[in-house]
C-alpha cells in the first residue's frame, strides 16, 4: 500500500466513529408550539410560512383570507418584504411570530416618505408597510 493510500484510509477510518456518534437532528417545527395546518391551535388560526409549510405565503394573503373577526396569524420567522392592508372588516386581529425573539419575524416595504413613485414620490401616509384598523394588534412572540 502506497503512503497516500495508508493515509486516506486511515482518515476515512477515524472519521467513521465520530460520525456514527453524532445524535439525528430532530426536524425543526415551523410554528413551534402553535401547532400546524393540520392541527390547528384553534379554527380561526392560519398559518404563515414562506417555505409552502403553511396555508399562506404571505402575510398580506392569509390577511385576505382571514374574513371576520377574532382571526390570528402564526408566522413562521423570516423577512417579509410586502405592504400589508388590512380593511376595517378584519378586527380583533392577532399576528403571532411562532418565534423566541420578537427581531426573528420582520414585515418591511422600502418605502419611505420620498421615495419616489411613478408620477410623484410616496408621502408619509403612503409610506406604511401595514395599514389596517386602530384595533390591530401588534407582532409579538411568545416563548
Known amino acids: 500500500m502506497t503512503r497516500r493510500g495508508f493515509l486516506a484510509a486511515s482518515a476515512g477510518a477515524a472519521t467513521a466513529p465520530a460520525l456514527a456518534s453524532v445524535p439525528a437532528q430532530a426536524v425543526p417545527r415551523p410554528f ?5 395546518p393540520a392541527r390547528r391551535l384553534t379554527p380561526d388560526t392560519l398559518y404563515v410560512d414562506p417555505h409552502g409549510r403553511g396555508d399562506f405565503t404571505s402575510v398580506q394573503a392569509a390577511v385576505t383570507a382571514a374574513t371576520g373577526t377574532g382571526r390570528t396569524l402564526v408566522i413562521v420567522p423570516g423577512t417579509y418584504r410586502e405592504t400589508v392592508a388590512v380593511d376595517a372588516g378584519r378586527t380583533e386581529m392577532t399576528w403571532i411570530g411562532a418565534c423566541e425573539n420578537p427581531r426573528d419575524v420582520v414585515v418591511v416595504y422600502d418605502r419611505a416618505a420620498g421615495t419616489p413613485k411613478p408620477g410623484g414620490t410616496y408621502g408619509t401616509s403612503g409610506s406604511a408597510t ?12 411568545r416563548g
Open 130 to 141: 401595514v395599514t389596517g384598523p386602530p384595533v390591530l394588534r401588534p407582532l409579538s412572540c
Open 32 to 36: 413551534g408550539r402553535y401547532g400546524t
